[in-house]
């Protein structure tokens, strides 16, 4: 049986493909000065979508008070310092979006939000990925672990609905496309 943390790593690998054509996104701003700024609006719905809404939205609703449950401290801890983390990325998330006001971009204030995000988020799954986790994987009983891993499918489909996961993967694919074709 897999470790609910299996599903969350596996979102991981999702939104670390997604802060990297966000990087790309930052370089080209950099280097032509310009973007579409719907690319920019759809990378932001995909971060609050997927990253925040339903990422974090397991993890903040679910998995850490599982975790806080067997012993894993909150305040003052590994749970609570990604809490903050997930609260600085809401912040450069709202930046990014605010970037495009107006249908103008504001570029310095894009590429500075998206390069604190993404420096953010690559580091705070790191930690996830390789402490936080790992920590959970052994405190958890099996039975938790399953029962999480049924919790994390209804929240999905509740939170996000049927199709959205898709949808937001081929924002990426196209964005892919559109991006590292040229690179």
Excluded: W
Excluded at 20 to 31: A, D, N, P, W, Y
Excluded at 114 to 136: Q, W
Aim: proline fraction near 3%; include cysteine.
């Amino acid at each position: 049986m897999n470790c609910a943390s299996a599903d969350l790593r596996n979102e991981h690998e999702g939104i670390l493909f997604g802060l990297e054509i966000l990087e790309q996104m930052v370089r080209t701003v950099k280097e032509t000065g310009q973007i579409d700024i719907n690319d920019i609006e759809d990378m932001v719905n995909f971060l609050r979508l997927f990253a925040d809404k339903c990422h974090h939205g397991k993890e903040e609703g679910l998995m850490f008070p599982a975790m806080e449950k067997v012993g894993i401290p909150n305040e003052n801890g590994p749970i609570g310092h990604m809490l903050i983390e997930h609260n600085e990325g809401r912040k450069y998330i709202a930046e990014m979006g605010a970037s495009t006001e107006n249908g103008a971009l504001n570029a310095n204030r894009f590429t500075e939000a998206a390069t604190d995000y993404f420096n953010l988020m690559r580091a705070h799954i790191e930690k996830e990925n390789k402490v936080l986790f790992p920590m959970g994987d052994k405190m958890l009983p099996m039975e938790q672990q399953a029962k999480l891993l049924q919790q994390f499918e209804e929240f999905e489909e509740k939170v996000m609905g049927k199709g959205t996961h898709d949808k937001l993967h081929e924002t990426l694919r196209r964005f892919e496309l559109k991006y590292f074709n040229n690179v």
